[in-house]
């Protein structure tokens, strides 16, 4: 039998609503406006696979990859995570389960990044939302065993986020979302706000990674 692809999406839409304010509708004599962000996309993805998402701007690759995680609620369509609907899944009790499975490494380093937390507790907080490791000394090393796993020092534990570079950032952001030890990492654009050799070393931690 053809084993069960761990990610089934079948015609997924998302619109936001971008109208004006009502009163402006009602003097105006405006109807609603709405935004067609993503409409009618399917795809699966199979375990330990990678698909990449490819178009320009603007064409809802972004909005995608939220609603696989749960940011958004789709308009239509459906997410099945393990043979799960994963939108159901994260309203209910297990919810949080889910997203310990699955987790994001989002665009843009600068933006991500809580800037009054220090990288432990940046990268532990997964660990201490999810009940992993209530410890605070274990915590601390698992900490840095995520740090070291993408290239880090255990030394930056205590360090705020402006004291590193763009591409060591991304480099946290990815420690953080392996921090739970998902099956599913979504990733957006991760490497776009970074220079081209500092691109190619954040793939290639990914790639060895997975």
């Known amino acids: 039998m053809t084993p069960q692809p761990l990610v089934q999406v079948r015609g997924l839409s998302k619109r936001f609503d971008v ?8 003097m105006e004599r405006k109807p609603r406006q709405m935004l067609h962000a993503v409409d009618g996309v399917s795809f699966e993805i199979e375990r330990g696979k990678t698909l990449a998402l490819v178009g320009e701007s ?3 690759k972004s ?39 699955i987790q994001m490494i989002f665009q843009d380093p600068y933006a ?18 999810h009940g992993l490791i209530p410890d605070r000394a274990a915590r601390r090393e698992r900490v840095s065993e995520l740090l070291r796993s993408v290239g880090l020092s255990a030394q930056d534990l205590g360090k705020y986020p402006h004291q590193f ?3 060591q950032r ?3 952001s990815i420690a953080r979302a392996l921090a739970t030890a998902p099956e599913f990492l979504v990733c957006d654009e991760p490497t776009s ?9 954040v793939l290639n931690i990914m790639k060895e990674l997975q």
């Open 112 to 129: 991500s990044l809580n800037p009054r937390w220090t990288v432990e507790a940046i990268v532990g907080e997964p660990l201490l939302e």
């Open 193 to 201: 706000a970074l220079d081209v050799s500092v691109q190619a070393q």
């Open 170 to 172: 991304q480099r946290i």
């Open 63 to 101: 909005t995608v990859a939220r609603l696989l995680v749960g940011l958004y609620p789709p308009s239509r369509g459906s997410v099945h995570f393990d043979g799960m609907d994963a939108h159901a899944t994260y309203a209910g009790p297990e919810g949080l389960k889910l997203r310990q499975r």
């Open 58 to 60: 603007g064409c809802g």
């Open 19 to 26: 109208s004006p304010p009502w009163l402006n509708r009602v």
């Open 165 to 167: 570079s763009g591409g």
